[in-house]
């Protein structure tokens, strides 16, 4: 059982001094890799691992092929702002190729958790040399898979998998007695710009968890720009995240005076403190309308755009 710390009660500093002791003691004098996404937990946890071994911490960002645009050059650039080098790990081609064929959502999940962690991870370990993953599981992740809502793919001592036997390697979570909210405030305790710590929580199967069906590069690029127009006109609405989600069946659109059999992108956007529960955020008729038009003019072949209003539960923040 897992002891939370709610923002609440939590103590930033207490807490940071504690988890550099643990991490330290668990990695002893061995090298430590850990992979940086940009988001909120995984940029807290390259800071507070960073801050606990020094250069005994190999941070990679992982290139998978499902991230925004570019993700990669934006946070590899923050970071060297904040002295830490990121080295750039691309293997779409595995992720693609572990993706073929994939519709199933917890499939997916599966697919992505085993090329993470075996096929990659695996291969950075058995090059590095390093004994130990340091990553940002938090407690809402372990909650979600526990409860068999969503089947998170950092979540493996809960399963009953043991890293060290499925995958060579053993793994740190510092964060994980904590939920969303609390991780904010250990990452602006550490130092981390507000662009950083403030960040929309994103997905750790990225854009796969956007896209309804199977996961292809064409589909992944049409969601990925999708996100874009999403991104630039609800970062000023003050909620919790927001995205752009691809269904899986052609709509029938009209185009030019004739029918166009096209693609349907639904608009979710959330209040919520520590997406344990969550409502969709009120937008104003004249926003969606601006969002809508912006999303049919830049992205290719999308022909009908919606809001999603149902809350969390029963809905859930991802579509995926």
């Known amino acids: 059982m897992i002891k939370e710390i709610s923002a609440k009660e939590l103590n930033p500093e207490q807490f940071i001094q504690e988890k550099v002791a643990e991490i330290k003691a668990a990695a002893g004098e061995g090298l430590v890799v850990?992979?940086?996404?940009?988001?909120?937990?995984?940029?807290t946890v390259t800071m507070l691992g960073h801050r606990a071994l020094g250069d005994q911490l190999k941070t990679v960002f992982i290139?998978?092929?499902?991230?925004?645009?570019?993700?990669?050059?934006?946070?590899v650039g923050f970071f060297r702002g904040l002295g830490v080098r990121?080295?750039?790990?691309?293997a779409r081609e595995a992720f693609f190729s572990a993706l073929k064929g994939v519709v199933d959502p917890e499939e997916k999940r599966e697919a992505i958790r085993q090329t993470f962690y075996s096929q990659v991870f695996g291969r950075i370990v058995r090059e590095s040399g390093a004994r130990h993953l340091l990553q940002g599981t938090i407690l809402t992740d372990v909650d979600e898979t526990v409860a068999g809502i969503k089947r998170q793919h950092n979540v493996f001592e809960q399963l009953g998998i043991d890293p060290g036997e499925a995958f060579g390697y053993q793994i740190i979570e510092p964060l994980i007695q904590l939920r969303k909210d609390g991780v904010r405030m250990v990452g602006k305790a550490l130092g981390l710009p507000s662009e950083l710590f403030n960040r929309i929580p994103f997905p750790g199967p990225a854009l796969s968890a956007r896209v309804i069906?199977?996961?292809?590069?064409?589909?992944?690029?049409?969601?990925?720009?999708?996100?874009?127009?999403?991104?630039?006109?609800?970062?000023?609405?003050?909620?919790?995240?927001?995205?752009?989600?691809?269904?899986?069946?052609?709509?029938?659109?009209m185009r030019n005076g004739k029918r166009d059999f096209g693609r349907q992108i639904e608009v979710r956007?959330?209040?919520?403190?520590d997406a344990r529960t969550a409502t969709p955020t009120r937008l104003s008729f004249e926003i969606l309308e601006q969002l809508a038009g912006d999303i049919i003019r830049e992205v290719?072949?999308?022909?009908?755009?919606?809001?999603?209003?149902?809350?969390k539960p029963p809905s859930t923040i991802e579509a995926v």
């Open 34 to 43: 850990n992979a940086l996404s940009g988001g909120v937990d995984s940029s």
């Open 63 to 75: 290139e998978n092929g499902l991230m925004r645009q570019g993700e990669a050059e934006q946070v």
């Open 86 to 90: 990121v080295d750039i790990v691309d």
């Open 213 to 253: 069906g199977e996961a292809t590069p064409e589909r992944i690029e049409t969601v990925r720009k999708a996100t874009v127009v999403v991104e630039r006109h609800l970062k000023g609405s003050g909620a919790f995240q927001y995205m752009g989600i691809l269904h899986e069946d052609r709509v029938t659109g």
């Open 269 to 273: 956007c959330w209040d919520s403190v």
């Open 300 to 311: 290719p072949g999308i022909v009908s755009v919606t809001y999603h209003i149902a809350p």
